[in-house]
């Protein structure tokens, strides 16, 4: 067998123009946040002008106050005169002017300090908003998506705070670029090679922060599934609706030991990543320090020859040392922001994931009143080599109800999915009223659709806004709310809670009532009948938690009120299922059985042998 070659790394070309090439989130990094307050943006670029220029000045003052001391000095001497405040005057000035450009220069601080704060809850804002919107263009599919999650997991845990944090250092930059250019007017009346040592000594420590900075940014993402773990992991022992089974089977020690190891990798991994970070940055760092007093002692030598006054080497000095500092400070920013254009990325792929366009516009069908039609209808999970239906085809006209009947993970939730377009079809089609479902309006189509899913959320909201959830438009409606609620069975127990229909329900929030399975269940189906435009009426085990005296008054009601409704009912208990029009059996995503209760017990097939085993139980 032929060995493969090993890879060899790209040119030296290739990797810069990679390095470069990540800066292009840059651009749309600042539009946001100029996007977000323009007001704040212009302050920080002012504040960073004059915290940029003026430490040159300030320097430039020093020397002006060393030369004037040195003069008054030796003019002292030779006249002997005693101090005044004529002749102490040329120095004092430069004092207060030296002072009021440190002033100045700590208000622009104080400025771009309070700037970046306001702009970053701001931002932060924005951006959360940002990946909420995105959030509800997605497909359920996309949600499903292990892959996918972790791109929404890595654009949660770090875009909020990056795009404030590349704009800061860009004008940071900026600041420092300036202080450059002024330090470097200074400077070149000294030496054109002075600038180049500043520059010698600054570089290898940026090279440096760049390459780990890279190595850290491919670290979180190769990590994203152990730090979802992780979380997930945090969550189910500290949350109340996990914690009583956690404890209940032991659980605690194994999850907490799990948890420790994966924290125990992934600072394996961050340890080692910092030990060679800041060990080559203390290295490399020694070059710039060399650079430095190499300057220094070519300063001290120039002056101690004459050439330069005691006021123009404390000048350079300074100029050498705040000079370094700034470029060293621009490369540490130029840093920064390759590394956070690399975490911007996250956000940028996460914004950028292409959304199947829900399409369609139709508000009627072509055929109204011809119902739910399902033709040779299939569907098969991203990644799943097996169809979850197969050649599905079924007729539910108005007035008309549908029992799903068979074993759990046979395809009955799934059918319903596709019938909200939670989900495409695979292959086939799905019609209502005549017109295919991927030509109605989805705002339309979904008012027609009342549903409870057997998976229901228990929204920790007041009573009515859980109620209210299953109409948006009707959300804070009391007197719908009751309706609903007195159809659900739920009004009894909702008037003898504290709040009565403002109690606020869960324990995630202080006052908070928790409500047994069939009280929630019971929530949930009054849920449903807030919708009352629904002519499709979908109950996914609607009373899988109710007793037997509840499930029969629910049914009860259900069969007075569906008159010219469609209604689909899944459900494992046969004594609801047999009162249906026509009952459907599904194994393993086809359709195997299908007729009334009677024509079904007479084929003797696996509905009646399912209806007899269940009927043994209670005999």
Known sequence: MRRASPALPPPAGSRLMTFFGVFRYSRRAL????????TLTLGLAICTLIAGVLPAVAAWIGQLIVDAVVAAMAHHRETGAALTFENTWPVMRYVLAEAGVIAAIALAQRGLSAQQSLLRALLGQKVNVMILEKASTLSLTQFEDSEFYDKLTRARREASTR????????????????????????????????????VIG???????????????????????????MQIYLETVLAREDSIKEVKLFGLEPLLLERYRKIFDTLYG??????????????????LGTLAFYGAYAWVVVETISGALTLGEMTMYLMVFKQGQAALSASLTSISGMYEDNLYLSNLYEYLEQPVAPEGGTLTQGAHPGDGIRFENVGFTYPGAERSALRDISLHVAPGQSLALVGANGSGKTTLIKLLTRLYEPSSGRILLDGSDLREWDVATLRRRIGVIFQDFVRYQLKVGENLGAGDVEAFADEARWQEAAERGLADEFIRDMPGGYHTQLGRWFKGGQELSGGQWQKIALARAYMRESADIVVLDEPTAAMDAAAEAAVYADFREHRRDKMTILISHRFSTVRAADQIVVIDGGEVIERGDHDSLMAQNGLYARLFRLQAEGYR
């Open 31 to 38: 539009t946001l946040v100029w996007q977000t307050s323009r």
């Open 163 to 198: 795009p404030l944090g590349l704009v800061n250092k860009t004008f940071s930059l900026l600041q420092n670029a300036i202080s450059l250019a002024s330090f470097g007017v200074l400077l070149v009346q000294f030496s054109p090679w002075a600038i180049l040592i500043l």
């Open 269 to 286: 991994e961050d340890r080692r990543l910092t030990i060679r970070r800041e060990s080559w940055g203390f290295l490399l760092g020694l």
């Open 202 to 228: 600054a570089l290898p420590v940026f090279v440096s922060e760049a390459k780990f900075s890279g190595d850290a940014f491919r670290l979180f993402r190769w990590r994203s599934p152990q730090t979802r």
